[in-house]
Every structure is written in structure tokens, then in C-alpha cells.
């Protein structure tokens, strides 16, 4: 029986990165993001190359019209649902001050990080518990948060509150599920080279340069990849409502 993954934010960067890897790992695809199919068609034509069955749906998570939609596609195409990767985020447009920070900007971030992630992880849950055991679960929910769930950086507040969210979530999601055969995970990236680190990249290159970070290079979409693939298989089956850290070490206080 193949298993179907829902990787949501996934035409380009990490979540790109994650669908191709859980595409070799055996799973078939949904992907799902805001941008048109056509704006990353040779990122998708790499999935027919591997030969992975794949769909996609455009849509925003923080939209419940687009979230039902998802769902009603994903059981027509394809039926259960054995993963999802809560991928789909957004920086604010405008870096502000936490004190010039706007209405706004914290309702759209917020919107999508943290009440997208909260309410597809609802409806994606109620599908699993229907469903049968796999081996000894019937799902794996994953949440890509980030170190800014808890690093403070008062230039994007609304994005570190958003994470942090995020991270409260797979904590409550975890607790709530785990008697349901459902385990959750979450990730929390550094810096990763992505379309969205792209406009700070001096800032990051200058900070690797004097040792911030324990290893010292950019992180890649291939490092949060194999570490959700490796929560995806049957190795992890005795944890739930944790994290683990990819971001060169950047975690570890020193003196």
C-alpha cells in the first residue's frame, strides 16, 4: 500500500525539498501553496522524473475554503492521508520594529503560520483518526517551525510569536492524538538558504564569518528534508510533542 503525504508551502525551498524527499522515501504527493503551478513547473517536472505520483492544489491555509478543498482532492485522488508537513509560512512583507509593527502585518503572518497550521492540523486529524493502523500508527504530523519560535529578533516580532505558536501546537496536538495512534513532530530550522534568508544574506554570511553559529554554513532545504523523512519512517514510534534543532548548533548557549 503506498502512503500519501500532504506537504503544504511546498513548490519551492524547504518544502520542495521535504516533498522530493518523501517522494523517494515511497510516499505519493499533495502539495499544496499559493503560487500558480506554472511559476515552479521544473521544480515539479523533477517529481515525474523520479517517477513519484504527485498532485497539486493552489490555495492559502489560512483560507477554510482552500483547506476543504484540499482535503475533498487529497481523499478523491488518492484517499487516506498518512502525513502531513505544516510547511506553508510567510516573513512579514515590510521587517518593522516591534514598536512600528502593524495590525496588519501580525494578522496576515498569524493567519498563516500559526491559525493555517491550527486548523488544517484539525481537519487532517479527525481524517486520520478514521482511518486504520499502519504498523503502530495511523499518521505523522510534522510542523516546520523555526528558532525564531525561541530567538527574539524585534524586527519580525509577528513571525517569532507565530513560530512560537507553532511550537505550542505540536505540543497540544501531540498530547491530544497520541491515544489515537497519531504522532506529532516538529522542526525547528536556522538559517536555511531559501528565497526568503535571501534578502538578509549579508547579514547571515557576516555572522558565520565570526562564529555565531557552531557549524559554520548556510543550512540547506536537503537538512530539514532528511530529518523530516527520517520522523516519516517507522524509527520514531516512542516520541512525540519534541523538537529537534536544525540550525548549525545555533542553539547552544556559550560563554
Known amino acids: 500500500m503506498k502512503k500519501t503525504a500532504v506537504i503544504t508551502g ?3 525551498g524547504i518544502g520542495f525539498a521535504i516533498a522530493r524527499q518523501l517522494g523517494k522515501d515511497g510516499f505519493q504527493l499533495v502539495i499544496m501553496d499559493m503560487n500558480s503551478q506554472e511559476d ?3 521544480n515539479f517536472d523533477l517529481l515525474t522524473f523520479d517517477r513519484t505520483p504527485w498532485i497539486y492544489v493552489q490555495g492559502d491555509i489560512s483560507r477554510k475554503e482552500d483547506r476543504e478543498r484540499l482535503l475533498s482532492k487529497t481523499a478523491d485522488t ?3 492521508i498518512h502525513v502531513l508537513v505544516n510547511n506553508a509560512g510567510v516573513a512579514p512583507k515590510v521587517r518593522a520594529e516591534l514598536l512600528e509593527m502593524t495590525e496588519e502585518s501580525f494578522d496576515r503572518v498569524i493567519g498563516i503560520n500559526t491559525k493555517g497550521t491550527m486548523f488544517l492540523t ?3 486529524a479527525k481524517q486520520m483518526i478514521k482511518q486504520q493502523y499502519i504498523g503502530r500508527k495511523k499518521g505523522t504530523i510534522i510542523n516546520i517551525s523555526s528558532c525564531s519560535a525561541e530567538v527574539s529578533s524585534i524586527g519580525r ?3 517569532c510569536i507565530s513560530k512560537a505558536g507553532v511550537s505550542m501546537l505540536t505540543k497540544l496536538y501531540a498530547d491530544r492524538l497520541a491515544p489515537e495512534g497519531i504522532l506529532v513532530h516538529e522542526v525547528r530550522p536556522g538559517v536555511i538558504a531559501t528565497d526568503m534568508t535571501g534578502t538578509v ?5 557576516k555572522m558565520f564569518e565570526d562564529g555565531v553559529f557552531p557549524i559554520a554554513r548556510w543550512g540547506q532545504p536537503q537538512d530539514i528534508a532528511d530529518v523530516v523523512s527520517a520522523f ?3 524509527q520514531f514510534d516512542y516520541t512525540t510533542g519534541n523538537y529537534v534543532d536544525v ?3 545555533f542553539h547552544i548557549r556559550r560563554l
Do not use: N
Open 157 to 159: 516580532g509577528e513571525y
Open 232 to 234: 516519516c519512517s517507522d
Open 201 to 205: 544574506k549579508e547579514k547571515y554570511d
Open 122 to 124: 484539525q481537519a487532517v
Open 247 to 249: 540550525d548549525g548548533g
Open 78 to 80: 488518492f484517499g487516506d
Open 10 to 12: 511546498a513548490s519551492r
Open 40 to 42: 515552479y513547473e521544473g
